[in-house]
């Protein structure tokens, strides 16, 4: 059964601390997405990452930075929260390029970060 | 202008009611189209996928792609209080074979209740 996992599902952290999202996936998918889910805004992307070490900016990648040392794992950090970080924050994982086909992309349950 | 737009709701309807839910959009390139559906406290998870202009009907959901006027539909017949939840709709211009890696670009999602 396909599995994404974040680590924590509620998280309560203090502006300008260190924040640190962690994301496992265990499909073997090379593509791996963080977004940010805000009522009516819907799902803006962040950053995404096509192969370990590899990454690339989504639409709102200010304030945000990532790390992919592993294949099924991809963190988020936010290097000094603010309170309009608060917000909750999805991890999603697909297979890699094969042209011409659709990859699904698989989201984890979400973490609610508030940042006070 | 958003490149995706989404009525939020809410939409509230009774058991049995047919649903429509809605999103227009403004880049022509895209041609793949989702539809994801939301559980409280759960990530999105894919209800219906398709390619370029058409239909697709899937049980009780159909999935409507209008690409000239930019407009896609996903119905749902006989409503059921299971079906409540988040709908959102998905966009992409390439498959994940393309450069951006089968990057979506989301709408706000329509909030829906069905009630007993």
């Known amino acids: 059964d396909v599995k994404v996992t974040q680590s924590s599902r509620y998280l309560v952290k203090r502006t300008g601390e260190k924040v640190f999202l962690e994301c496992v996936q265990d499909?073997?998918?090379?593509?791996m997405f963080w977004y940010r889910q805000d009522p009516g805004l819907g799902l803006r992307l962040i950053y995404f990452?096509?192969?370990?070490?590899?990454?690339e900016k989504g639409d709102i990648p200010e304030g945000y930075s990532v790390s992919r040392e592993k294949k099924e794992r991809f963190s988020l950090i936010l290097e000094s929260a603010s309170t309009n970080q608060t917000s909750m924050y999805l991890c999603?994982?697909?297979?890699?390029?094969?042209?011409?086909?659709?990859?699904?992309?698989?989201f984890g349950p979400g973490t609610r970060l508030t940042v006070l | 202008q958003k490149e995706v737009e989404q009525d939020p709701g809410p939409l509230s309807v009774p058991e049995g009611a047919i649903v429509s839910l809605n999103c227009t959009y403004s880049?022509?390139?895209?041609?793949?189209f989702m539809w994801y559906r939301q559980y409280s406290r759960k990530g999105p998870e894919l209800l219906m996928y398709?390619?370029?202009?058409g239909n697709k009907e899937d049980g009780r959901f159909t999935a409507q792609v209008d690409k000239s006027s930019k407009y896609i539909s996903l119905f749902i017949r006989d409503s059921q209080p299971s079906d409540s939840a988040t709908y959102l709709c998905?966009?992409?211009?390439?498959?994940?074979?393309?450069?951006?890696?089968?990057?979506?670009?989301f709408g706000q999602g329509t909030i829906l209740t069905v009630h007993p």
């Open positions: 999603a994982s697909s297979l890699g390029s094969f042209a011409g086909v659709y990859n699904e992309q698989f």
């Open positions: 499909m073997d998918h090379e593509n």
């Open positions: 990452s096509y192969d370990v070490k590899m990454k």
């Open positions: 880049n022509s390139a895209f041609q793949y």
């Open positions: 398709t390619y370029s202009s």
């Open positions: 998905a966009m992409s211009a390439t498959t994940a074979g393309g450069t951006s890696y089968g990057k979506l670009t």
